[in-house]
């Protein structure tokens, strides 16, 4: 019998990790994440998963995000030396992705070392050398291809719906075949495809962050809409907190589909994420990965999603300017959820202004600064300095990339057969929910997957 083992996302929603064993002999990973979030989840990261690398076939990679794709790199840095098969997209977006993780990890071990006394790591867990050595190794596959190439097994890559060039996973290996949604994405939005449904399967590894919840029923968009011109309407200026990669390029979209439906005023928007700006770039030329090309929709020289009146701000020297601007415009900025980057400028500069708005677009994390904005706290701490909140706090939670439970539900009803459901990416009550569901509406075999064991296949 083939092997699965749940070396992360297991029990949690970060460190998607999971090794397939198969009877003929092959060994590949399902994603190679790191894990975010709480110091003991990120101290996890320090533990390498019990697999020697040099006996990895390969890595089969779901999506860009950092939680997927951010182990990658201590992989290569352990001697994996194996292809990583995704998507062109994803490639991209996981290359963007690292190298900002390096990045931060090296500046992080700079400032441990400066104080020993913390007991924080002084090493950096991987630099940007290593990051260099994940690029060279992608291979990209196109959705849809099968591919003969993981030791004597086929896979092949369809469009997961969640961030730009994410895929579900299908492995065919010995007489069996594996399904791996990576993370399902959500129906009916406006720049992706939709998780595209797999007809047959013996095993299914579904992810449920959102397993036992529902997003709200209003339309973002207009919610967005609404948002700005209140704002606009005080005369002020909305800074919107956003994740570089895929929000930043949702909310443009959004603001361009408000402007030419003369949704909202006149109003200039500045991109203020150099990281943000790669990311709509990379977007611009991966239209394979999207419902449209946005450069046949909105003219050839578009790098916006169609948002009119947009300034990249790519310099630190930029990006001061916009601090002197008093109303009529909008800032995006990363991060999403305020625990660092640009946006820290822009809050500490707007949040005493009661005619500035900061309109969160996105879940925010415990302990973060959004979540301390979204709480009503009259006052933060943004760089160590006390800083008053005047400004309007507002949030918009329907942009979610995930799909909610409903959405799940709707993809695992569109299995002809009957799959056993390993339920993996979510907390122990989202995994537990959408397990019992699964059983119960589809008399499937559902269980959550248990961090560090296996299961026989
Ligand atoms: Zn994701």
């Known amino acids: 019998m083939a092997r699965l083992t749940f070396f992360g996302a297991a029990g949690v929603v970060t460190g998607s990790k999971h090794l397939l064993e198969t009877d003929s ?34 890595v089969v990679l779901s999506h860009g995000h950092l939680d997927h794709c951010g182990y990658l790199p201590a992989l290569a840095q352990q001697g994996f030396k194996g292809p990583i098969y995704c998507t062109a997209a994803t490639a991209e977006v996981a290359g963007l992705v690292l190298r900002d993780s390096a ?69 065919w290996f010995d007489t069996r075949k594996l399904a791996f949604t990576g993370d399902l994405g959500r129906y009916g939005r406006p720049l992706l495809r939709d ?66 439906t003369s949704a909202i005023p006149a109003v200039k928007v500045y991109v203020d994420s150099p990281m943000g700006i790669e990311a709509d770039a990379i977007m ?79 879940f925010q994390g415990p302990g973060t600064l959004g979540r301390v904005l979204l709480g009503g706290a009259r006052q933060v701490r943004v760089f160590g300095v006390p800083v008053d909140v005047n400004a309007q706090i507002a949030h918009i939670d329907g942009f979610s990339a995930h799909a909610d439970r409903s959405e799940l539900l709707r993809w695992l009803g569109e299995f002809h057969n009957k799959p056993d459901v390993y339920i993996v990416h979510a907390d122990p009550p989202a995994a537990a929910s959408l397990a019992k569901a699964v059983s119960a509406q589809f008399g499937l075999n559902a269980q959550p997957a248990v961090q560090g064991k296996s299961v026989t296949i």
């Not at 956003?242 to 361009?256: D, N, P």
């Open 195 to 260: 998780p595209s449904p797999i007809a047959e399967s013996d095993v299914v590894l579904c992810e449920s962050t959102y397993g036992d919840r529902l997003h709200p029923a209003s339309d973002p968009q207009a919610d967005l809409g609404a948002v700005i011109v209140a704002a606009m309407a005080r005369h002020g200026v909305v800074v919107i907190p956003s994740f570089a990669v895929g929000r930043t390029q949702e909310i443009l979209y959004a603001i361009g589909q408000l402007q030419r």
């Open 284 to 362: 611009e030329r991966h239209p394979e990965a999207m419902r449209f090309d946005p450069k046949e929709r909105f003219g050839p020289k578009d790098t916006s999603l169609g948002a009119e009146g947009v300034t990249n701000t790519q310099s630190a020297a930029e990006s001061m300017k916009i601090n002197d601007i008093k109303s009529g415009a909008i800032v995006i900025s990363s991060s999403g959820m305020a625990n660092g980057g640009r946006v820290l400028h822009h809050l500490r500069n707007r949040l005493p202004r009661s005619n500035d708005t900061v309109c969160f677009v996105g």
């Open 25 to 58: 002999g092959a060994r590949v990973l399902l994603d190679c994440g790191m894990f975010q979030g709480l110091r003991e989840l990120e101290e996890r990261n320090w533990t390498p998963p019990p697999v020697d690398p040099k006996h990895l076939d390969a």
């Open 103 to 171: 990045h931060l990890q090296e500046e992080e071990a700079l400032r441990a070392a400066k104080h020993p006394d913390r007991g924080l790591h002084t090493k950096a867990l991987y630099t940007s050398d290593d990051v260099a050595k994940v690029a060279a190794a992608f291979r990209p596959v196109e959705y849809g291809e099968v591919r003969p190439d993981i030791a004597g097994c086929r896979f092949r890559l369809v469009d997961a719906g969640h961030i730009l060039g994410s895929a579900i996973t299908e492995f």
